[in-house]
């Protein structure tokens, strides 16, 4: 992946984990940002490996706990 690209992938991961922490409470947006940031993946490579899948869902269901917690 070339330097470019990388960086909007980061760019664009970094936003959808902020939106998801920042979210207000009520509905989880933990699966939401989930789909959008595989949207994003999907654009900008292949496919991920499963046990990054599950790092990903993870770390949007931890942001999310933290709207909650605000």
Do not use: C, W
């Not at 992946?1 to 979210?23: H, T, Y």
């Not at 933990?30 to 595989?38: D, H, S």
């Not at 990903?56 to 909650?68: G, H, P, T």
Request: hydrophobic share 45%; net charge negative; glycine share 6%.
């Amino acid at each position: 992946m070339q330097d470019r690209n990388k960086d909007q992938l980061m760019e664009a991961m970094d936003f959808i984990v902020d939106a998801v922490a920042q979210s207000t409470a009520g509905k989880s947006k933990a699966v939401i940002g989930f789909y959008l940031a595989n949207l994003v993946i999907a654009d900008h490579m292949k496919e991920l490996s499963p046990n990054k899948k599950e790092g990903l869902k993870q770390l949007l269901e931890r942001a999310d706990e933290i709207s909650e917690m605000g």
